[in-house]
């Protein structure tokens, strides 16, 4: 079957197996931050954005995507990158295998809100496996963020 998906703002047609799961198709394309990790939607490592909206790829159809629009952590590059550093600051990139689904659904996140408490925090970043951190790095970077741009007049994610 051939489907059109826009990847990372570009209008991809490819002809797929009915059975091609999104993660498959994402990272034929090149897009190697979408990590397989448990193959049962449980890690998050595998994490895109389908219409804004984290999904796991892994779970998904590459059909059910067609004619929407996904974004991999390649498509957020330069979104990504102050984010990213205070992260990394906090220590909590350890060995950074999880790195790509906690920046995707941490994006998501201050997407939507802004100014999330620590709670709505921990509540949006629950389906992310990490078994180097503990989580309360990735916690500390993602407030660290926020309070600095609230401090420095930035806009969160601007």
Do not use: W
């Not at 998906?5 to 999104?22: A, Y």
């Not at 448990?38 to 590459?62: E, F, R």
């Not at 929407?68 to 498509?75: A, C, F, I, K, S």
């Not at 590059?77 to 909590?92: M, S, T, V």
């Amino acid at each position: 079957m051939e489907i059109t998906i826009t990847l990372n703002g570009k209008t991809i047609t490819r002809s797929i197996l009915p059975d091609t799961l999104l993660i498959d198709f994402v990272r034929s394309e090149h897009c190697l931050s979408v990590k397989r990790g448990c193959d049962t939607s449980n890690c998050g490592l595998c994490t895109v954005l389908l219409d804004n909206k984290p999904v796991l790829s892994c779970s998904v159809l590459a059909a059910r995507a067609a004619g929407h629009e996904v974004t991999t952590l390649e498509g957020l590059q330069e979104k990504a990158r102050p984010l990213a550093e205070f992260i990394a600051d906090q220590g909590a990139e350890q060995c950074g295998f999880c790195n790509p689904g906690f920046m995707m659904n941490t994006i998501a996140l201050l997407e939507e809100n802004k100014d999330p408490s620590d709670d709505e925090i921990r509540a949006f970043l629950s389906g992310n496996l990490c078994r180097c951190s503990g989580y309360e790095g990735q916690l500390r970077g993602i407030r660290n963020y926020i309070n600095y741009c609230k401090e420095n007049g930035k806009e969160v994610l601007g």
